[in-house]
Nanobody, 120 residues
């Protein structure tokens, strides 16, 4: 059994920073791509940033230069450093990972989500 757990969300003023963390645990053989997604009220879930097992990253245009995604292949963690946050980025942020379990089955897993609120 595999699970992802997120932490680090909260409330911050415009221009502030937050660091989100996610750890994958359970019967894991290998973790491939990992990423962060967000869903604002009344909107569809969208990708924010992804990182593969070799450290190659992709960012949505709106966050490029302000957000940084990173991972630790030994600890099975992925972080998202968010700087210069804007009110429009208020959303629930989700961690996602493609994982091979010990029975060599590859599946996509999601965390429970963590709330990020940017306001005065």
């Amino acid at each position: 059994q595999v699970q992802l757990v997120e932490s680090g969300g909260g409330s911050v003023q415009p221009g502030g920073s937050l660091r989100l963390s996610c750890i994958a645990s359970g019967s894991i053989e290998r973790v491939d791509d990992m990423g962060w997604y967000r869903q604002a009220p009344g909107k569809q879930r969208e990708v924010v940033a992804t990182i593969d097992d070799r450290g190659r990253t992709v960012y949505i245009n709106d966050v490029q230069g302000r957000f940084t995604i990173s991972r630790d292949n030994f600890k099975n963690t992925v972080d998202l450093q968010m700087n210069s946050l804007e009110p429009e980025e208020t959303a629930v942020y989700y961690c996602n990972a493609l994982i091979w379990d010990r029975q060599i089955r590859k599946e996509s897993y999601w965390g429970q989500g963590t709330q990020v609120t940017v306001s005065l």
